[in-house]
């Protein structure tokens, strides 16, 4: 049986657009593996807390801390993200960026001495590399020639999660929500045909990722 976790980080829960960008990347990955499961883990909603103390002593020094409160929330959040075959994240843009719910999460799953090890050379993951889509939605654009806001969420996940050993990274997005109704349909087409060149043109890397990285 193969796992896609999907990490889902709108406070519109379901109704929201990267919702909906998600459950049809989802719907393509089910396309290749029926019997796929999916596991939800909703963070949109705020119930994902930040880290306590005890966590920010576990990174700063290998000093026993209490493995209770976030430790043990970390520690269920990182064997999901082990138990995967496939990421999908779907999120919005919040000021440039990640919301901050998605930072709490990243703030379990970065953990040192658990997902990266600090070395010579730099941090270095532990987890095996497995495909992560990023479903994102935007009020406005962040790339292309009609971007007039920096964009800090794509560099910026694309750096976290290669920290931690997840390089195989896919976006697709739903850009300029917050314009006139017309141009948000055009923009989910466009992300819709992205989507079908996409899993059209690489049927190998759905089929043959979620066959060969079987749990
Ligand atoms: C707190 C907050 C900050 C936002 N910041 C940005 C932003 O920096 N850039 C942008 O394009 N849209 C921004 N938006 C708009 C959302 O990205 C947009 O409404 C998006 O479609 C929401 O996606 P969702 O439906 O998946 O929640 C922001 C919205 C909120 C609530």
Known sequence: ??????????????????????????????????TAI??????GDGTLSHIDKDYAISQGSSADVSQEGSMAQSEELIRELEAADVVVIGTPMHNFTVPSVLKAWIDHVVRARRTFNTTRAGKVGTLRDRPVFIAIASGGRFSGERARQPDFL??????????????????????????????????????????????????????????????
Do not use: W
């Open 1 to 34: 049986m193969k796992n896609i976790l999907h990490v889902s980080c709108s406070p519109r829960g379901e109704t929201a657009e990267s919702s909906k960008l998600a459950q049809k990347i989802i719907g393509f990955l089910r396309q290749k593996e029926p």
């Open 38 to 43: 999916v596991v939800n883990r909703v963070i």
């Open 154 to 215: 794509t560099p910026y996940l694309k750096a976290i999660l290669a920290t931690i050993g997840l390089h195989d990274l896919t976006f697709f997005s739903v850009q300029g929500t917050g314009a006139a109704p017309e141009a948000v349909v055009e923009s989910r087409i466009e992300a819709d045909h992205a989507l079908q060149a996409y899993f059209s043109a690489s049927p190998a890397i759905t089929s043959t990722v979620l066959k060969e990285r079987a749990i």
